[in-house]
């Protein structure tokens, strides 16, 4: 249980277009799901946290007009890149949580992740 | 002042040795901790979770936690060179379901 799943696993895109990553939960319903970016040989840096229905809350120093994130149904949330520049390749990993999930609280289950190149 | 703390490391063990993990947090108050997996290009794992003060063992994996000191701690018995891979410690955070996760520390098993 608890799988997560991301599309694209891999993206390249010229500077200037945008980019969709799609989040899905595959076995259950995720109220909250999270956005990471991640640096090569960095740590994971929270961009947002998305809520099922309402706007997401973006991190301290993330562009919400650049990095859109919608999360339309307790299954799938959206994080589509806007006008991306080769300075925002990086690896974008999701993540999903549901309170009680294993009886536990606060696990966050992630992607696959999707490494986004632009050229 | 970062929320939890981790070595980076590298830490070096051979193979079916004991690997001992440490991270430290500062919010007294934190009642879970967990511990991810994270191999190079890959997105991370969970692979404990932890409550309770005292020690909880999964397989080769045992997680101790020790509140009145405030670290947490993620032993490897019998390590073998698939479980070289960056280790990241996390807690709530505030906010709904947010944790923090620790900068990780790499660990290398060595045939």
């Known amino acids: 249980g608890a799988v997560v799943s991301q599309h694209p696993s891999r993206v390249i895109c010229k500077s200037g277009t945008s980019v969709k990553i799609e989040c899905r939960s595959l076995d259950f319903q995720a109220t909250t799901m999270f956005w990471y970016r991640q640096f090569p040989k960095q740590s994971l840096m929270l961009m947002a946290t998305s809520n099922e229905g309402s706007k997401a809350t973006y991190e301290q120093g993330v562009e919400k007009d650049k990095f859109l994130i919608n999360h339309a149904s307790l299954t799938l949330s959206t994080l589509t890149v806007t006008s991306a520049h080769p300075e925002d390749s990086s690896f974008y990993i999701c993540?999903?949580?549901?309170?009680?999930?294993?009886?536990?609280?606060?696990?966050?289950?992630f992607g696959p992740g999707t490494r986004l190149t632009v050229l | 002042q970062k929320e939890v703390e981790q070595n980076s490391g590298p830490l070096s063990v051979p193979e079916g040795a004991i690997a001992s993990l440490n991270c430290t947090y500062s919010d007294r108050g934190s009642q879970s901790f967990f511990w991810y997996r994270q191999y190079s290009g890959k997105s991370p794992e969970l692979i404990m979770s932890?409550?309770?003060?005292g020690d909880k063992e999964d397989g080769r994996f045992t997680a101790q936690l020790n509140k009145a000191s405030q670290y947490v701690s993620l032993l490897i018995r019998d390590s073998q060179p698939s479980d070289s891979a960056t280790y990241l410690c996390?807690?709530?955070?505030?906010?709904?379901?947010?944790?923090?996760f620790g900068t990780g520390t790499k660990l290398q098993v060595i045939p």
């Open positions: 996390a807690s709530p955070s505030g906010g709904y379901q947010k944790v923090t």
């Open positions: 932890i409550y309770s003060n």
């Open positions: 993540s999903a949580s549901f309170p009680g999930l294993g009886g536990l609280n606060n696990e966050q289950f």
